[in-house]
């Protein structure tokens, strides 16, 4: 068994901590506190009704100047409100306190891809294949998953904050990158960001008149029903069918590609709508190839992810296939899994099509906990090495700097999460306030200096999980490591935990879920004999 001490340097609190896997790659851990040294030195932190720990809460006879130097923060959240700013409206404030979003605990989500089996056509006529090839959109032909697991995506939706654009884990923060886009879907990331114009209904009709090849009064008819400027995916889906048929192929062409991208990268919580002002993307089907699209889906999740980790939205939007993909790429012992092929013997298919829909046996509320004993190994820190053959890592998906898509900006923080480009994490910069920003066309072209501040303060990683000093201290008081708390009503006092630093493997990963999950339900302690045991035989049988 191995022990350490952790001391804090602002309230003098010693955390003796007894690691018996510290051998066998982190698989588990667990702390102790001196309650004695606690009663003397620490802070009694008492919430107020709003969730909020105030500054005046302090033991009897504690001094003003200790009042003023102790922050404000949240239970099970951050001590340090700097960061997480909207923190008090977050779905994970309310967790901590039993607080549901209502009666049922996950999301609503929109997912096309069964729709999609039925109205993607094995093979396109080639007047039609020939300009979606050159739209850079064809592979979203054939990624979706056919259903979406809404328990496992609402569980890490709970995790995602706004202002880093990231998932905040135990261990820290992780995000979808623009590299990750890239070879899950086989989008370009290169390319020009879209500043439409507004869209009134009248502007919609036009649209659809001039070029979907519809009648006046059909088009007429067909926005007063989507009461707005929209078309419904099912009429546009029509329209591609009757063209086809009277070789039309630029109509033809245009509704497919609305219907195409209104149910993957652009699908909104209508679940049934997508917006006409995404018709002017492609009145020139030579010319719509030189967008980001992986940009385009980048964003619209962005803003979706962060409308859903509030407290008060109850619905998804955006491509969720593109999320839960995400997570069986980087977390394979979290959910349900099924693979079509292996990712050694693919042909270059976009990464997305290697999984398959299985209905998870797990709640939200199963999986939370799940999600709070994570460790850094449990993650494939660079699930892609295997897939540079056919996407090949592009400098450009380390800019740091704002990314829009029509009148949505968002921030795009790789240095956030730099484990996932193999170097070591350090105490990222603060968030980029977007609504500043004016030049995001500029800095997005000369992206070059930015790469070059992100990585110039780092250096290659030794081991995948690697961050440096005071890294896990930061983050531990401006985050929150935990969405359900051990202990009800209990203070949350955290101790940075020690990790292994292991490879990351997948077969391990999934050893430490399993042995994680046994122990939890045959309620053992560490003191037991066969804890020690176990443990001993796993690092034994690692080390051959």
């Given at each position: ?22 051998k ?18 620490s ?18 006879g ?45 999301l ?26 050159r ?6 032909q ?15 939706v ?22 990750d886009?890239?070879c ?34 059909q ?13 419904k ?9 009757h063209?086809r ?7 033809a ?73 995400w997570?069986h ?14 990712p050694?013997?693919?042909?270059g298919l ?20 799940i ?15 295997d ?52 030049d ?5 072209i000369?992206?070059h ?19 440096v000093?005071?890294y896990?201290?930061w ?15 209990a ?49 034994i049988?690692?080390?051959?």
């Amino acid at each position: 068994m191995y022990t350490g001490t952790l001391k804090s340097k602002s309230s003098g609190l010693k955390i003796v901590y007894r690691n018996t896997s510290l051998k066998c790659s982190g698989l588990l851990f667990f702390w102790t506190l001196n309650r004695k040294s606690s009663r003397k030195s620490s802070v009694v932190r008492r919430r107020g009704a709003d969730g909020r720990i105030p500054v005046r809460t302090l033991d009897r006879g504690a001094s003003s100047s200790a009042a003023a130097a102790e922050p404000t923060g949240y239970p099970g959240g951050p001590y340090d409100t700097s960061l997480l700013v909207k923190y008090e409206h977050h779905v994970a404030r309310h967790i901590w306190f039993g607080e549901e979003r209502g009666p049922k605990k996950e999301l609503k989500v929109a997912g096309h891809g069964l729709k999609l089996n039925s109205r993607v056509p094995l093979a396109l006529p080639p007047q039609m294949e020939s300009w979606v090839s050159r739209s850079g959109l064809a592979s979203l032909q054939r990624t979706s998953l056919n259903k979406i697991d809404t328990n496992l995506v609402s569980a890490f939706v709970e995790r995602w904050h706004l202002e880093t654009s990231s998932f905040h884990m135990p261990f820290g923060e992780m995000s979808i990158t623009l590299d990750d886009v890239a070879c899950l879907l086989h989008l370009p990331i290169r390319g020009i960001f879209w500043s439409p114009q507004d869209v009134t209904e009248e502007l919609a009709v036009e649209l659809a008149v001039d070029y979907l090849g519809v009648s006046q009064s059909q088009a007429q008819s067909h926005v007063r029903s989507c009461r707005g400027s929209y078309y419904k995916l099912e009429w546009l889906y029509d329209i591609f069918v009757h063209h086809r048929a009277a070789s039309s192929w630029a109509y033809a062409t245009r509704a497919y590609l609305l219907m195409l991208v209104g149910s993957t990268i652009f699908a909104d919580k209508t679940f049934t709508l997508v917006e006409a002002r995404y018709l002017l993307l492609f009145r020139d089907l030579d010319g719509c190839s030189g967008y980001s699209w992986g940009a385009a889906a980048l964003v619209t999740l962005y803003r979706y992810l962060g409308d859903a980790s509030m407290y008060s939205c109850k619905q998804l939007g955006g491509y969720p296939t593109l999320l839960q993909c995400w997570i069986h790429e980087y977390f394979p012992t979290v959910g349900k899994r099924g693979e079509n092929w292996n990712p050694a013997g693919n042909c270059g298919l976009p990464r997305a099509m290697r999984w398959s829909y299985r209905q998870g046996v797990l709640k939200v509320d199963d999986l939370r906990p799940i999600l709070d004993e994570l460790t850094p190994t449990d993650v494939i820190w660079r699930p892609f090495e295997d897939h540079r053959a056919w996407r090949v890592f592009d400098e450009i998906c380390l800019y740091r700097g704002c990314l829009k898509w029509g009148e949505t900006v968002v921030p795009y923080l790789p240095d956030r999460c730099l484990r996932q480009f193999g170097y070591r994490q350090y105490v990222p910069s603060p968030p980029l306030d977007c609504m500043m920003a004016t030049d995001i066309d500029v800095d997005w072209i000369s992206y070059h200096q930015s790469v070059v501040d992100v990585i110039g303060s780092s250096s290659v990683a030794t081991t995948p999980s690697e961050v440096v000093d005071g890294y896990l201290e930061w983050y531990y008081r401006v985050s929150h490591p935990r969405l359900v708390p051990p202990h009800r009503d209990a203070p949350r006092e955290v101790p940075v935990p020690v990790y292994d630093a292991g490879p990351s493997d997948p077969d391990w990963a999934r050893v430490s879920t399993l042995i994680r999950r046994y122990l939890r339900q045959v309620n053992v302690e560490e003191e037991d004999p066969q804890f020690s045991d176990l443990f001993e035989a796993l690092h034994i049988s690692r080390s051959h």
